[in-house]
């Protein structure tokens, strides 16, 4: 915490204050300006805080300076990016992850082929819901369980690690069966007993961005992960909502440095659910791999003319390789190789 005194603070004001900072077993760093003096505390943001200090003599405000989040921080890690290690599927570091699938499981044969079509073109990862957060309640929801089991069965086959939504906290014991990184959705960011849960759960969780949440709601939502010693936490720009209204979402691909600079944790980008229209998917994805990202999440589909959700944005199978090629170039050039076998 930064105190600010006021302009023409008298040095027993200045003494008066560095004597309450130590006083709750805080250091008090003095520092004298030209015109006004600014004290550094440094130890519990909420012994400092507990202090009432806004209001003491001679204090003009206070400045927080260390993060609401701690574990989320890059300080935490002292500057050291996190790299997790998904059933042999590195995320982070100088890995890149490509992670590919329909937004939702509708058939064993479509789930299947899918997955040997972007395990055969690199993908790093295996993505689908057998959970839907959809916007109404009378679109398909998902195939639940039985999705759930089409899932195991592409993972036996092609030995991708799956990444599966889990919407509510009564399917955790089923999701985990299955789930190799749990995805939090969108709008279940905030459903801060989902992530607890979840941290607990240990297992690795993608959390996505809420349509309106700043990065800062982003990283608290994350640190309900990580406070429950679950420290697999990727962190996922899916687009928010903004006053543009010629596409879903604006894909904030400002996110990626940003968070990286804020956070140790690795970014993915979502490029579909931003776009929503499958020619978009491409150049963002490129963007997103030049920005930093470390991994993507796109939706395939086999047949997207008949997909019972998110068709437009799902990019064909037959179209996939190309695609990820083009990813994993620009992916080089960021830094990235695709994350290895
Ligand atoms: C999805 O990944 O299919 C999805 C519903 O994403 P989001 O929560 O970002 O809308
Ligand atoms: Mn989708």
Same mark, same amino acid.
């Given at each position: ?42 130890? &519990?943001?909420? =012994?400092?805080?507990?202090?009432? /200090? +806004? ?5 003009? =405000? ?9 574990? @989320? ?11 997790? &290690? ?23 044969? *479509? ?7 972007? @395990? ?9 819901? @057998? ?13 639940? *369980? ?5 899932? /195991? ?6 030995? !991708? ?6 919407? &509510? ?13 749990? *995805? ?30 700043? !990065? ?42 940003? /968070? ?12 579909? =659910? ?7 998917? *491409? ?15 796109? +939706? ?31 992916? +080089? ?5 695709? @994350?290895?076998?």
């Amino acid at each position: 915490m930064m105190i600010v005194m006021k302009e023409g603070a008298t040095a027993a004001e200045i003494e008066a204050v560095v004597e309450r900072v130590e006083s709750v077993g805080c250091s008090a760093h003095v520092s004298k300006g030209d015109l006004m003096t600014v004290i550094g505390a440094i130890g &519990d943001r909420d =012994h400092v805080g507990g202090l009432g /200090l +806004e209001g003491a003599p001679g204090v003009d =405000h206070l400045v927080p300076i260390l993060k609401p989040y701690k574990l @989320a921080s890059s300080q935490f890690k002292k500057g050291e990016r996190s790299v997790f &290690d998904i059933d042999g599927r590195k995320v982070g570091g100088d890995s890149f992850a490509l992670i590919a699938g329909p937004c939702t499981v509708e058939s064993r044969d *479509q789930t299947l082929d899918v997955a040997r079509c972007v @395990a055969d073109a690199g993908a790093s990862m295996l993505r689908g819901g @057998a959970y839907k957060p959809r916007t109404s309640p009378y679109s398909f929801q998902g195939l639940g *369980q039985e999705g759930l089991k089409m899932l /195991l069965d592409a993972k036996e086959e092609t030995g !991708l690690p799956i990444v599966t939504e889990l919407m &509510d906290v009564r399917d955790l014991d089923d999701v985990v069966e299955v789930a190799d990184v749990i *995805q939090v959705g969108a709008r279940n960011m905030q459903n801060y007993t989902l992530l607890t849960e979840i941290g607990r759960s240990g297992v690795p969780a993608l959390l996505k961005r809420g349509l309106s949440a700043t !990065l800062e709601e982003l990283l608290m939502a994350a640190e309900y992960i990580l406070k429950e010693g679950n420290e697999a936490v990727m962190l996922c720009e899916r687009g928010i909502r903004t006053f543009e209204s010629s596409y879903r979402f604006t894909l904030d691909l400002m996110a990626v440095p940003v /968070l990286r600079e804020l956070s140790h944790l690795p970014v993915i980008v979502d490029p579909s =659910h931003a776009a929503g229209r499958r020619d978009w998917v *491409q150049p963002m994805s490129l963007a997103a791999a030049a920005a930093g990202a470390d991994g993507i999440i796109v +939706e395939v589909h086999n047949e997207p003319d008949e997909a019972i959700c998110d068709g437009p944005q799902a990019i064909a199978t037959e179209r996939f390789a190309e695609y990820a090629d083009q990813i994993r170039r620009v992916a +080089e050039v960021a830094g990235r190789g695709l @994350a290895a076998v």
